[in-house]
């Protein structure tokens, strides 16, 4: 009889160790040429995020070819949906906006940005709504045909209007794919327009001057 309820206390002292162990955090990670993070090669990049910080990382759901699967794989690919990252070149959060951006659609303050899951949340819509309004001939013309290889959708150039800016989807649609812009670590709109194709983004209304309404 001892000798059983001493097996017992030993394989529960040693349930609760293991358990235990699983639980150890680190303040400090390391990036280095994450897939979808724009590293360039070899540099690596120290961020420091609160062990516990359940405002630093949306969860990514990835919701099928809906809006908001959408928009997760865009911020997986942007950051890994880290909203108080900013790269090298200064982008800053879980889309990976710039400061000229951030001004277009009303931030001012990038501190207050960075600090708010919310005000990003926001910002990316008003930016989607810019960037239809911009590309509202693009769409209906272009949707469905093959450019460069790639089948057309509205998602895909909303997508890469966000790396490149509209006016860098205009030149690529008009030159028939010869003029394909590609970002400082060399992540192309061509990987963009293919990547974030067919997601349903009819929800994302035009707008020639969408902004983040502040509260």
Known sequence: ????????FLGLALF???????FKSSDTEEVSNIEGFHLAENEVLNYTVAAVDKTAQEPLLF??????????????????GLYHL????????KYQFGKAALRAVGVRNSQEFLNSPVLQEKAFNALLSRN???LRKEIPKYE???IGGIKVTESGLLAAAHLSGAGSVK???RSNGAQAFKDGFGT??????KKFGGYDTSSVIASSSAKVKLI
Do not use: C
């Open 1 to 8: 009889m001892i000798g059983k309820k001493w097996m017992y």
């Open 16 to 22: 609760i160790s293991l358990v235990s162990s699983g």
């Open 63 to 80: 919701i099928g070819k809906s809006y908001v699967g959408f928009k997760q794989a865009v911020a997986f690919k942007e950051s890994q």
């Open 86 to 93: 900013v790269n090298s070149y200064g982008y800053m959060g």
């Open 132 to 134: 239809k309004w911009e």
């Open 144 to 146: 469905g045909k093959v």
């Open 171 to 173: 030149r690529f649609l």
């Open 188 to 193: 192309s709109l061509k990987s963009y327009l």
